[in-house]
């Protein structure tokens, strides 16, 4: 019995012998065949495939042709700088309108003086602009007076043409061209107009005598329209 079972024992392994080889060439085959279904599995992005796909335009193209759509550059064009020129006149014309003066300081640019009520020898002060303005109806002896004064050796040498329009009516700013002042007419040792802020002598001209001012009593912007009328400014 025990010899019998060491038959069997002995004949169990060497059947195992013979059919290792073959075990594990099969375990061999069965791992190729994984390996090459892995391999036919992978599919490389990079083999065939296209990475770019440009989008289609052809229903944003122009079926008109090239000169129509020039056309309507042209006209936009065209509009917008129509469009900017209004808008800049406009612009100009309101800074403008704002930056004119007012109707109140255009009322007192000009001011109309009836000359026919200042007696002759006398002075007449209106106002224009804020300021005073001198308005004096000279005899014949202070129009030949102011006529015969050695005007070129004066300070301001000026002759008693150049600051009249008319011999009989003397028009001036009457500030002092010192610092300002209010001169006093029919007054100071020319018997014309004194600054008693300083002491400046005007002749009947009003030009500068004797004192601190530099130059002569400003004559402004006047005309004669009409007999006996006169406009300043």
């Given at each position: 019995?025990?010899?019998?079972?060491?038959?069997?024992?002995?004949?169990?392994?060497?059947?195992?012998?013979?059919?290792?080889?073959?075990?594990?060439?099969?375990?061999?085959?069965?791992?190729?065949?994984?390996?090459?279904?892995?391999?036919?599995?992978?599919?490389?992005?990079?083999?065939?495939?296209?990475?770019?796909?440009?989008?289609?335009?052809?229903?944003?193209?122009?079926?008109?042709?090239?000169?129509?759509?020039?056309?309507?550059?042209?006209?936009?064009?065209?509009?917008?700088?129509?469009?900017?020129?209004?808008?800049?006149?406009?612009?100009?014309?309101?800074?403008?309108?704002?930056?004119?003066?007012?109707?109140?300081v255009l009322a007192m640019a000009k001011v109309e003086l009836d000359l026919s009520a200042i007696p002759e020898?006398?002075?007449?002060?209106?106002?224009?602009?804020?300021?005073?303005?001198?308005?004096?109806?000279?005899?014949?002896?202070?129009?030949?007076?102011?006529?015969?004064?050695?005007?070129?050796?004066?300070?301001?040498?000026?002759?008693?043409?150049?600051?009249?329009?008319?011999?009989?009516?003397?028009?001036?700013?009457?500030?002092?061209?010192?610092?300002?002042?209010?001169?006093?007419?029919?007054?100071?040792?020319?018997?014309?107009?004194?600054?008693?802020?300083?002491?400046?002598?005007?002749?009947?001209?009003?030009?500068?005598?004797?004192?601190?001012?530099?130059?002569n009593l400003e004559i402004p912007e006047y005309d004669f329209p009409e007999e006996g009328t006169v406009v300043?400014?």
């Amino acid at each position: 019995m025990r010899n019998l079972a060491f038959k069997a024992g002995t004949l169990a392994r060497v059947c195992s012998r013979q059919q290792l080889p073959s075990v594990h060439a099969s375990g061999a085959a069965v791992q190729q065949i994984q390996q090459k279904k892995n391999a036919s599995s992978f599919d490389n992005p990079f083999r065939e495939t296209q990475t770019t796909k440009i989008p289609s335009f052809d229903k944003y193209r122009n079926s008109g042709g090239e000169s129509s759509a020039k056309v309507f550059q042209y006209f936009m064009v065209g509009t917008m700088g129509a469009v900017t020129a209004l808008g800049a006149k406009n612009t100009v014309q309101d800074f403008l309108v704002n930056m004119s003066a007012s109707a109140d300081v255009l009322a007192m640019a000009k001011v109309e003086l009836d000359l026919s009520a200042i007696p002759e020898g006398k002075n007449v002060i209106i106002k224009w602009r804020g300021k005073p303005i001198f308005v004096r109806h000279r005899t014949e002896d202070e129009i030949k007076e102011a006529d015969e004064t050695k005007w070129e050796s004066l300070r301001d040498p000026q002759p008693d043409s150049d600051r009249v329009k008319k011999p009989e009516w003397l028009i001036m700013l009457g500030v002092c061209t010192h610092l300002g002042c209010v001169p006093i007419g029919e007054a100071g040792d020319f018997g014309g107009w004194f600054c008693p802020c300083h002491g400046s002598h005007y002749d009947i001209s009003g030009r500068i005598r004797k004192g601190p001012a530099p130059l002569n009593l400003e004559i402004p912007e006047y005309d004669f329209p009409e007999e006996g009328t006169v406009v300043i400014g």
